[in-house]
Structure formats: C-alpha cells, structure tokens
C-alpha cells in the first residue's frame, strides 16, 4: 500500500483551526473502566450465519469469532457483507440460517435494544446521531441504557438512595435534607450519568464543545461523538462500522490511539474499515469478507500477504478460487 | 399575521425569562400562578373585558375559566403523545370520556353500575362509591384502554396509528350509546359526585353555582400535572422520547427501549385525559355520550399543534385560544366549527410548528423547510 | 345476538354487503391513490364524497326533475348528474390540494402536519354546507338530512330462482357501475402513459423525477381521479339513500378508508378487495347485533388487519412498491 501521509500529516497539523489533532488525554479514566470476563475467551461467535433478501445473498455461511480483549478487523471490498455482518449482530436482520452467539447466548433474532443490554453496541457508517441534542445528551441517552430509573422514578423519585459523602451537595441546606431523606435514585443517575458522560467527551477528545447541538459539530467530532455515545452503554463489545471514513491521516493516528485505548478499558472492538493501514495498525487479528463470503483470517501479517485478499482488493480474477 | 408574530417574537420574552436569576424566575411564577387563582374576580378595567360575562347572553366566567383549564389538562397530556413522543392520537376523546364515565358510573348512586352493586349486595340505594375513590378508578380505566389499544398499534406507522385511534375514541362513544344496560345509553347517568368538602350556606362545597371553586380545583390540578410533566421532559424519559423522535432505528440500537418508552407515553397521555374527563363529568355531575364527539379529538389535536407541540408554555395558549375565544364571542356561535377548521388551516400553513413552538421543533422545522426549498430547487 | 336473522337472508345480506361495499371500494380509491403517491392520508377526502352527492341534488334541482319521470329524461337526469357529481368532486379534491397540502410540501412539513390541515379542511367543507350556505342560501342548506328526489326509481328487475333473491335496476346500476369504473381506472393506470407516471411516482418519486417525471402534476392527477371516483360514488350513494347531510362524509370517510388498509392501501384492486368485504362483514354485523354496531365493526375490522396484517390482503402497491 502506497503510503501518502507524511506530506498530509505536515499540513494538517500546521492548519490552525483544523479540530483534528487532538491534545493527548491525559485525565484519569479510571471510571470508565469497565467490568469484564477473562481475556481470551470466546466472546461473541458468528455460527455459518446465511442472510437471503429474497433471492440475494448477502451473507453466506460466514463463520468467525471474536475473543474477549482483542480488537479484531472486519474488512473487505465494497458490497462484501460487512455491515450487514453488524446488522446481523446488533439485531436489525434476523439470519436466514445460522446462529449469533453472544457470551454462549443466542442473540439472533433478539430485539436490538435488548442487544444493547446484553452488552453489544456499535457506530454507523453514515453518522447517526441525535441531531437536536447537545453532544452530551448524545452521550447521556447512551448511559441511560445502564440505568434502572424509568417513568415512575422520573415522575414520582420515591426511590431513594444514600448518597456518598463526596457525591452530596454543597449547599448546606440541601446537604442535610440529602443526609436525612437521601437523594432519589433518579437524580443519583442523572447526575452520574453527566458526569461520566462528561468523561467520556474527554476521552475521546471532544470534550470543548460538550454543549452544542450534535449536528453543529464538524465531521470528526461527530465521528468521535458517536463512538462516546456507543461506550456510554458500556458495551463488553464495541462495534465501529468505518470509523476512519472521511479522515486525514493525523487523524487517522488519532483513532488508532483510540482504539487501543478503548480496548484497554476493557472493551473487545470490532472494526470495520476500508483503511488497510489503519486495520493492520491496530488489530490483533483479521477477518476478509467478500462476495458475503468469509476469504480469509489471521493475523494482519498473514491477512496482508494472503494472495486471494490481494487479489479482492485489487480486483485482479481471482485465480485461487 | 406573520407581522404580529414578529412583533412578538421581538420582545424575546423567552430569552428574558431564561437569563434571569433563578430567584427571578421563581418570584414570576408565583406571581402567575396567583394571577391565575384571582382570575374568577377580575374586575380591573380595562382588564376586565376578557370576561366572558360582560352581556346578559355571556357564559359565566368562572365556568369558562374552569373549562380552559380542564382542556388545559387534556393539552397538557396530549402534548406528552404528540408533542413529546411523536404520536398523533386522534381519539384522546375516549379517554376523556372514559375518565368521565367511570365517576359517574361507579360514583353516582342512579348509575346502572352501582345499582348492581347495590342489589347484589344489600346495599342502601344511597350508597355509590365515594369520589376519592373515584379518581383512582378514572386514572386506572384510561390506563389500561390507553394501553390495550397502544400495545397492538403502536408499532404502526404514524398515520395508521392516527386512524385507528380515531376509531377509538368514537368506539367508546358508540358503545357509550348502547350499552344501555350498563350506561343508561344516550339518556346519560345524572347524580354524579363532587368532591368532597365542607358545607358553606347550606350548600356542599362543591357546586353547580360556585363554579370558581371547580376552577381553582382544577388550576391545582393543572399546576401539579404540569410539574409532573416538565419532570419528564427533563429526565431520561423525554430523552429517550426525543431519540425516539429523531431517529428511533438508533434509538433502540442504542438501548433505548422505543416500544417500551411509547406505549408509556400513551399510557400517561391517556391517564392524563382520564383526570380532564372526571373533572369534567364532575362539575358537570351529569355525564352523557354526545359531551363526547369526535370533534373534540380534533379540538384537542388542534390546540397541541397550534399551541406548539412540544413546549409545555405553548400547549397552554393553544388550549386557552381555542376555548377562550368560541366562549368570549359567543354570539358567533354558529360560526365556532367553521371558524375553527379556517383557523387550523391558516395557522398549520403559515406556522406548522406552531404559534410557541420548542426550540428543538422550530429548528427541526427550519431544517425541513431549507432541505424542501433544496430539493425544489434541484428539481 | 341473532344468528338466524343472518342466516335465513344470507343472499340478501351478501347482496346488500355488495351494494354498500361499491360505494366503499370507490371512496377508497382516493385514499390508496393519494396514499400510493404522497404518502399521506387525504383527511378531506371524505367531504369530496360529500360535494358529490350536492352536485347530484344541485342538478335534479336545476333540472327540475323528480320520481316518475319519462325513462329519457331519467337517463338524461342521471348521467348528467353523473358528470355534474364527478367534477364537483374532483374540483373539490384539487382545491384541497391547493389550498392545504401544497403549501406544505414546498416548506417539507412533517407528516403529522399534512393531516391536520387535512382534518381543517374537512371541517371547512362540511361548514360550508353546514352552516356558510345556509347563511347565504338558506334551505336545503344546514344541519338537517336533506332528501335527494329518487329520480331512478327503485325496479325488480328479476328474481334468482331457488334463491328467493329479487335483484332490482338500481343495485345492477350500483354493482355494474362501481366495477366499470374500476377496471377503467385500472386500465388508465396500468396501460396509459400518465398512468405509468402515477406508478413511478409511487414506486421511487425521487427517481421518477429524474426521469423526467412531474411530481407535482402526477399528484395532480390522482386528487383529479380520486375526487371523480367520489363523485361516481356520490351519485351511487344518491341513488341507493336518496338522502344527503353535511355530515354524511365523516363515517363513509373511514370506511372507505378501513376499506383501503383492508385491501393494502396504495393498491387499487385491494380497494375493491376491501371495500366489497367490509360492505358484507358490516352488514353481517348489524343483521347479528344490531345496526348501532356496523360502525364499530369497521373499526374492530381496521384494528385486527393492521395488528395481523399491516400491508393489507393483496399488499400495498400502486406500482410495487412498499412504503
């Protein structure tokens, strides 16, 4: 692969109003660590899945796996499956045939939102974010899914809680009322939620302009917002369906920074990704897809000297098939 | 009309209101909320004219104030199904009429439902379940409509949704009608209770004559729900309400419960209605199937969308206009219907998002205009 | 409940079914044309049904005629009635469409907003027969139920033997004359050049109008033929009642519209489907229960189609399109 980006990375850096490089994060994101299982045990299990639109096929008997802890690349040629691979995954398709097993769990044919529950969340290739509202209500609406208040705590915020000594108001009034009543369990998630929705901006960088409206936001940031708002539901895996499409090189590095960071949180990733440096950058391992069929699969090194991969990219006939 | 609008729209009030300290504010609303609770003995000129009983032909005033109110309270509970998530429910009627029905079904001693009671168990023909009663009832009846007709059609399409609860709220009418056995039919159930309170010259507390205690029963009862309803707007629910609204496919992808989170929004709606209806029925302590046509449905439609679905202030002028105004110029009565289609016409042409729209929905509007006149322009 | 009431006069029940069912299945076909196109359901529609049936009595007023006249003067009467129902309707139709929903579209409203102005309208049109008419023209005008002189008098024509079922001209008329109109309409869609404008429309608008396609004049065209539609069966309504209201369009509205989603909404012969079958369950409803109930009927019919089958019986398409 040619390799242009020495050139770029020199101009962008130097352009004074591109957001795109971001200072490196150096807050402590202890918070955002997130519980998990042992690392290296089968995560989430593609089981020769086979997706039929009428007489299309558009998955076919695709089969891999995904290990806790790794960050694994999904790619392949334009129409290959991919995102139709995440589709499968995070509920939207229903499989002709075939299983999508999730910790040892069943989840084809789940509801998407009950996917989300279980742990799976995931980005859009073309930006989906909730355009009215703030970067931060982006982010909080992906925390709300952790969060056990629902109508009746909003309306009535009868449960009540015992706040911590650092989590109680300041004002001394408040501060005893909250010490005799407690605080209701409604304004306890609201408040976290802010809070650790605020983390999260800062952990992907974006943090400066937490409070304008999402679809005011340039393109990186959005970008980066939607994958906030994808680990606010703390997801044991995170699904990033083209994350670098429409990114510079200097910012290309950026995501593959974070990335890895978000792996070390705790989180398993999933990438889907046109960029073959990006993917052989950052993954542990790799599974092509073409035609809806699964090619190939291995470790970046053996992926990239793979001749039938070689031949998808390239788009020379396919003589090993 | 635009020049009107601009005119008000410079004034700002909303920017003032928002930038003021918060003590500010409060001291405000205070100050409103008394304003409203004196509004029966308005005698000031020239402020005076907005009474409704200035001719020997004007309708009473207090009455006028309680009715604005109750369908303050129905605007308000609407504007949680369109306004908040999105829905358009064309037969709220129903649950208005459910939620009169039920007091006086199981609170008026005369009630076919009661008398039932009564015989199976031996009771005095006086008895009747008490109001307090009452209320819980209503509020559980409309529930559970709203939520037997939400749970197979809410996953329709926004304009099949429309449709069938249309049907809806003219099936509670028609069965009303009918079911002479159970609702005495169209002859409609009289002796509906009151509310409790203390005897004042002979009389209950609660009476046909001083209306303005119906009114400020109600205004309590409004200032509570609205309350209620700004807590929702600004937690997780009226989050997920608003994901639901913008992009409902993210939404559940996201985790966000869509199914759940609407039929919720129409279970409260609903509730909501009942608490209008029973107020209603119980002021007017006579309950009837064609208090309930389906051009309220449209009435109440009208008033969340002119009003300015999605903005609680907004809602609330809207249900003031729409029954302030019919009673204010009664003489025109004939015109009323007429008057109100133009209207609903006029206003949706020129301000689809209404007269006090949120500021989310006016930039949605925006948004929508700039990417028609777009598309027009490629074409 | 009186199962043998329905059973000793199936025949006769299926029959009458039939005849309401007509005249559903033409107001229907306005809904699923507008729906196919735009998307949308054209709340006023029910009162261009019901201009319909004031051209019908408009006429037999100018005219003059009344029952018992020469059979040349009744078929003269008739189809000029006809005609008079089909351009009030259409008339009315594209008025509408004028005046609420093309504004709209030019600012891109949001759906929810195309029904309310539709639902302003509708209450326009019926106050204008309502209350404005009878303000300036007095009677027949007003709230009352106004009768429509039954110039087409009421002929057995022949009795099915073994079946005891008398078949009278005007049910021939309404049967014959609802199902001709159909399968022209049909035809004009399916084989007609500015039918296959209609079809792309519905199909992809955004792609038809690449091709050259006028959206704004296809939508044009369907109020057009819709409204006329609803004149055709404003004057079969005329002919079987005898009687028009200002009011009358609000339930036939939803019928035909139930009718519509019954038979897959955006599909003109599931309007048939569904009209002719909603026609026969109503009347079976009100023969077993009684007539108070027909109404609800269609609603529990609505309620159950869109809970098991949300496209309708024969699927929604004006071309093959899903919406």
Request: hydrophobic fraction near 50%; proline fraction near 4%; include cysteine.
């Amino acid at each position: 692969m040619p390799d242009p980006s020495k050139s770029e990375t020199v101009l962008d850096t130097t352009a004074a109003d591109a957001p795109t490089t971001v200072a490196p994060d150096t807050s402590d994101h202890d918070a955002l660590t997130i519980d998990v299982g042992p690392e290296g045990e089968t995560l989430l299990e593609i089981d020769h899945v086979t997706l039929r639109f009428g007489g299309v096929v558009a998955l076919n008997d695709v089969h891999f796996s995904i290990k806790r802890g790794e960050i694994l690349g999904l790619i392949g040629p334009n129409g290959a499956g991919k995102t139709t691979c995440f589709n499968v995954m995070t509920g939207v398709y229903t499989p002709t045939s075939g299983e999508v097993r999730f910790s040892g769990k069943v989840i084809s044919g789940t509801k998407p939102h009950k996917i989300n529950q279980l742990g799976i969340a995931r980005t859009f290739q073309n930006i989906r974010l909730f355009p009215e509202m703030s970067a931060l209500e982006n982010v909080m609406v992906g925390c709300d899914a952790r969060h056990k208040t629902s109508v009746m705590g909003a309306l009535f915020r009868a449960y009540r809680v015992r706040p911590a000594e650092h989590q109680l108001p300041q004002n001394p009034l408040r501060r005893s009322l909250a010490k005799v009543f407690g605080v209701s369990r409604h304004t306890m998630e609201e408040r976290g939620g802010r809070i650790k929705s605020m983390e999260l901006l800062k952990f992907v960088g974006i943090a400066d302009r937490a409070h304008e409206l999402s679809r005011n936001l340039p393109y990186g940031y959005q970008r980066r917002l939607e994958i906030a708002r994808a680990l606010a539901t703390e997801p044991e895996l995170l699904c990033l369906d083209e994350p670098a499409a429409g990114f510079n090189p200097a910012e290309k590095e950026d995501l593959m920074d974070l990335i890895r960071r978000i792996r070390d949180l705790g989180h398993t990733v999933l990438v889907i990704e046109h960029d073959m440096k990006l993917v052989l950058g950052v993954t542990d391992r790799i599974v092509v897809l073409e035609f809806g069929q699964k090619i190939a699969e291995g470790s970046p090194e053996e992926v990239a000297r793979n001749p039938k991969v070689i031949a998808a990219y390239l788009g020379e006939p396919d003589d090993a098939a | 009309m635009s020049q009107i609008l601009d005119a008000y729209r410079g004034l700002k009030l909303r920017d003032r209101m928002s930038g003021a300290p918060g003590w500010v504010r409060k001291v405000g609303m205070l100050l409103v909320i008394a304003f409203a609770f004196y509004l029966p003995f308005l005698n000031i000129l020239p402020f005076a004219y907005i009474r409704t009983d200035l001719t020997s032909s004007g309708s009473d005033w207090a009455s006028v104030l309680f009715l604005v109110v109750v369908y303050m309270i129905v605007a308000v509970g609407l504007n949680v199904v369109i306004g908040f998530a999105g829905l358009l429910d064309l037969g709220y009627v129903g649950f208005y009429a459910l939620g009169a029905y039920s007091v006086a079904l199981f609170g008026s001693p005369s009630s076919p439902v009661v008398e039932a009671i009564q015989n199976r168990f031996g009771l005095d023909e006086t008895w009747a379940v008490p109001f307090v009663m009452c209320i819980p009832i209503a509020i559980v009846m409309a529930l559970i409509a709203g939520v037997t007709l939400g749970a197979p059609t809410l996953r329709l399409r926004g304009d099949y949704l429309a449709i069938v609860t249309l049907g809806f709220g003219e099936i509670i009418r028609i069965t009303a009608r009918n079911l002479d056995n159970v609702t005495n039919g169209a002859t409609g159930i009289s002796g509906v209770p009151v509310p409790p309170g203390p005897e004042i010259d002979g009389r209950s507390f609660f009476n046909t004559i001083d209306a303005e205690r119906w009114y400020w029963l109600a205004l309590s009862i409004l200032i509570l729900i609205i309350f209620l309803a700004f807590r929702l707007e600004h937690s997780r629910v009226g989050r997920a309400w608003l994901a639901i609204r913008e992009d409902e496919d993210a939404a559940a992808i996201m985790g966000v419960a869509a199914f759940k989170f609407k039929l919720w929004a129409f279970a409260i709606g609903a509730s909501v209605g009942g608490i209008a209806g029973l107020l209603f029925g119980s002021k007017q302590q006579y309950v009837e199937p064609n208090a309930f046509m389906v051009n309220l449905s449209f009435l109440f439609v009208a008033m969340v969308v002119i009003g300015g679905s999605g903005n609680i202030y907004g809602v609330l002028l809207g249900a003031f206009l729409l029954t302030y105004l019919p009673e204010r110029f009664r003489e025109f009565q004939e015109w009323r219907p007429f008057a109100f289609g133009v209207a609903l016409v006029v206003v949706m042409i020129l301000r689809p998002q209404g007269l006090v729209p949120s500021r989310r929905r006016a930039r949605e509007f925006e948004d929508r205009k700039v990417e028609a006149e777009e598309a027009a322009a490629d074409a | 409940m009186d199962f043998d009431a329905l059973f000793s006069g199936l025949d006769r029940h299926t029959l009458d079914g039939i005849t309401r069912g007509s005249i559903y299945a033409l107001v229907a076909l306005g809904y699923t044309m507008v729906y196919g196109v735009m998307k949308l359901i054209n709340f006023a529609h029910s009162e261009v049904f019901m201009v319909g049936t004031w051209a019908v009595l408009g006429v037999y007023t100018a005219l003059g005629v009344s029952a018992g006249a020469g059979l040349a003067v009744v078929i003269g009467a008739t189809l000029l009635a006809l005609l008079a129902a089909m351009l009030a309707s259409a008339g009315t139709a594209l008025a509408v469409e004028r005046i609420a929903y093309r504004p709209l579209r030019k600012k891109g409203a949001p759906p929810l907003i195309f029904l309310i102005t539709g639902i302003g309208c509708s209450i326009v049109l019926v106050e204008i027969f309502g209350q404005v008419f009878k303000v300036f023209f007095g009677a027949p005008f007003g709230r009352v139920t106004v009768n429509i002189p039954s110039v087409l008098q009421t002929k057995e024509l022949f009795t099915i033997p073994g079946l005891d079922l008398t078949i009278t001209n005007t049910r021939v008329i309404i049967i014959v004359g609802a199902i001709v109109m159909m399968l022209a309409l049909d035809t004009f869609v399916n084989k007609s050049r500015l039918g296959r404008g209609v079809r792309a429309v519905a199909q992809d608008p955004d792609t038809a109008s690449l091709m050259g396609v006028n959206r704004e004049r296809v939508i044009m065209l369907v109020f057009i033929l819709g409204g006329a539609m609803a004149g055709v069966a404003a004057l079969l309504y005329t002919i079987q009642y005898d009687i028009t209201k200002f009011d009358i369009g609000f339930i036939i509205g939803l019928k035909a519209f139930t009718a519509a989603v019954l038979g897959g909404i955006g599909n003109l012969r599931g309007a048939l489907v569904g009209g002719l079958l909603l026609g026969i369950a109503e009347v079976y409803a009100s023969t077993i229960w009684s007539s108070e109930w027909a109404n609800v009927t269609a609603f529990v019919v609505l309620v159950v189609i869109l809970m098991f089958r949300p496209t309708g019986l024969l699927g929604e398409s004006l071309g093959k399109a899903r919406a």
